[in-house]
């Protein structure tokens, strides 16, 4: 089954999801040749295991906190902020509260 992206030129609602936040799922939003962008959702205590990726990444709180770990350390975060990881980094994330992250992936060629 194909997953339903985002096609070029058209508007996806990124709006924090307040109490909807506990049912929906996290979604890839579009993928193109060189970037990736994912809408996060995660209940408190939900997580990602640690993991890494190729390419660079920012992980941008929509609603909620979450906690990330990467080069050893937490860094929490709040919604409103965005953080940057560099590719081939080791990291993780766990929810300290429900929340919702726009994470965005730089595909390497």
């Known amino acids: 089954m194909a997953i339903d992206h985002a096609r070029p030129g058209e508007a996806v609602d990124v709006r924090p999801l307040g109490e909807d936040v506990r049912g929906e799922r996290s979604k890839a939003l579009f993928k193109a040749r060189d970037l990736e962008v994912v809408r996060l959702v995660l209940r408190k ?35 409103g902020q965005l953080t940057y990881l560099q590719g081939d980094c080791m990291h993780g994330l766990l929810a300290t509260e429900d929340a919702s992250a726009l994470v965005t992936i730089a595909l390497p060629r």
Not at 45 to 74: F, M, Y
């Open 45 to 79: 205590g939900e997580g990602l295991a640690p993991h890494k990726v190729p390419g660079d990444i920012t992980i941008h709180c929509l609603e909620g906190a979450l906690s990330v770990s990467a080069d050893g350390r937490e860094h929490p975060m709040r919604a």
